[in-house]
């Protein structure tokens, strides 16, 4: 089934327990806190982040008053998921720009095969379809798997985005730096730099893509995590956060099979927000919105 519905199913069943009650109280939030925490832990949310997310519910519902012409039910409902919201990270995370003049920089860096070179091409052409149109120049920046840069470039003609290649045998620092040239000469705006992926976190690369950051001057680097790997993307994004320093995260594939624990992880545990998601070409832009506020819903 889709995403979360497990996790719908068994919130809508803790906020049947407030049915025809009158108002939140300890006592009447204990049973439907153990419930929730029951069906987050189910959902492979890290525990501390369940923890503390349980914490903030009790402190907001109980003793909360209650407004006319809303059910002790749906209080209770609109805490929780005011809480989901905020642990996701989505609303209070926007792109930053720059306002110098120079063109806005942006990383994705990740393991491989977790999705970067498709997020790279749908955030492009997220970025050009916003209401302020962005002029996105792509920079192939991953110079080890053979077939990345041809796949930029064929993703690039789909969605009519100028990739910046090299080829393979050049530093990725090179290849960086000599990107922002032509986005400046040809006045792009932004510029979004596919990095090399990782088999592991291995600490040459690391250096690599620092050095890339420092001589980009990045605004932003995003990790792409994949939704299937649950709370290990979360870690990840810890790990990374720790040797490079990121601005957030890319959660791709949540299209997929998965119980949600990473997008319920990621900001909680990394203290870096979901920026994006990447959900395949299936889901809708309707059902996509309940999940974060932005996202990768591009199709090529
Ligand atoms: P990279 O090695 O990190 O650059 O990963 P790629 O962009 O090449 O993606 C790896 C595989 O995952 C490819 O087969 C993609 O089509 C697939 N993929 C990427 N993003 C998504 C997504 O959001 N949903 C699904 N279902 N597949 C995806």
Known sequence: GMMFDTLAENMAGVANLFTGQKTITESSVEGALNEVKRALLDADLNLMVTNTLVDAVKSKAVGMKLVDGVTAKQQFVNVMNDELVEIMGAEQAPLARRTDGKPTVILLAGLQGTGKTTAAAKLAKYLQQEEEPKKVLLVAGDV???????????????????????????????????????????????????????????????????????????????????AMTGQEAATLASVFNEKIGITGAVLTKMDGDTRGGAALSVQGVSQKPIKFVGIGEKMSEEEAAKLAKKMINAEF
């Open 144 to 226: 080890y798997r053979p077939a990345a840069i041809d796949q930029l470039i064929s993703l690039g003609k789909r969605i009519d985005v100028e990739v910046f290649s090299m080829g393979q045998g050049v530093d990725p620092v090179e290849i960086t730096k000599a990107g922002l040239e032509r986005a400046v000469e040809g006045e792009f705006d932004t510029v979004i730099v596919d990095t090399a992926g990782r088999q592991v976190v291995d600490d040459t690369l690391m250096t690599e893509l620092k050095d890339i950051q420092v001589a980009s001057e990045a605004d932003e680097v995003l990790l792409v995590v994949d």
